[in-house]
């Protein structure tokens, strides 16, 4: 028969004139399957973990082969791309610093124990004279929050946050609103968001500090419990 030939059914001689014996098909097949599963014959075969691995990497392989020659340029305008991606990656890193999770609520300004404008400032010398600028940001925060309360501009009010500090004050300081805005922002960074201070961010805070003792308030606007 052309095209095909039929498997003939295995045929074991034997030594002597006894006439061959004749296995069918499928059971020498079984036989040499139950035969090839002995441990001698696996005793190099790859791990589990090997093979799982070779599958991985044939996938990659594919994957890339196939990437590879959709994009303009073959396999080396897919290596063009992926580092222009690794490199736009790596900026955003650089420049956003390490993702974190937003609180749900930011939490108060102030801890339990209260401390005087003067005491705040103090703190937030000490730190920066050391380089601390997370903590020297922080306190210097707190005596802008802490002067306004005592000159009466702020209600002073357990549990406000810098951001709710911040728009109280623009209504009767509304020429440092957008100051005031950045520095409420820069403190819940820092302290919340896992970004470090520089240097400049102090230095900004502590001019805005300075400027604001010298503002005459718009009293118009003053909230609750300021002087008219």
């Known amino acids: 028969m052309h095209g095909s ?8 001689r034997t030594g ?8 069918p098909r499928d059971p020498a097949r079984e036989a040499a399957e139950r035969e090839l599963s002995k441990p001698p014959y696996h005793e190099n075969d790859p791990s589990l973990l090997q093979r799982a691995l070779n599958r991985f990497w044939d996938w990659v392989d594919d994957l890339f082969t196939a990437a590879s020659g959709a994009t303009p340029g073959g ?3 897919l290596l063009v791309i992926v580092v222009a991606v690794l490199a736009l990656v790596a900026l955003l890193w650089w420049r956003l610093g390490t993702p974190h999770r937003a609180p749900a609520s930011a939490p108060a300004l102030f801890d339990d124990r209260p401390r005087t404008a003067a005491e705040h400032r103090a703190a937030a010398e000490a730190h920066a004279a050391a380089g601390h600028w997370n903590q020297a940001v922080q306190e210097r925060m707190r005596a802008v929050v802490r002067s306004l309360e005592e000159r ?3 209600d002073p009010r357990p549990g406000r946050t810098a951001d709710e500090a911040a728009a109280e004050a623009s209504r009767t300081l509304p020429a440092h609103t957008a100051e005031l805005h950045t ?6 960074a ?7 201070a520089t240097s400049q961010t102090y230095h900004q805070l502590a001019t805005l ?20």
Not at 5 to 12: D, G, K, M, Y
Not at 16 to 21: A, C, I, L, S
Not at 190 to 196: A, D, F, L, M, S
């Open 190 to 196: 820092i302290t919340y968001g896992g970004r470090t």
């Open 152 to 154: 009466a501009l702020l």
């Open 16 to 23: 002597d004139d006894t006439p061959p014996v004749t296995i």
């Open 5 to 12: 030939r039929a498997i003939a059914p295995l045929v074991r």
């Open 209 to 228: 500090d300075d400027a604001l003792t010298q503002t005459k308030p718009t009293l118009s606007t003053t909230p609750q419990g300021a002087p008219n």
């Open 183 to 188: 520095a409420a922002r820069s403190f819940d």
């Open 75 to 77: 396999g080396l305008g």
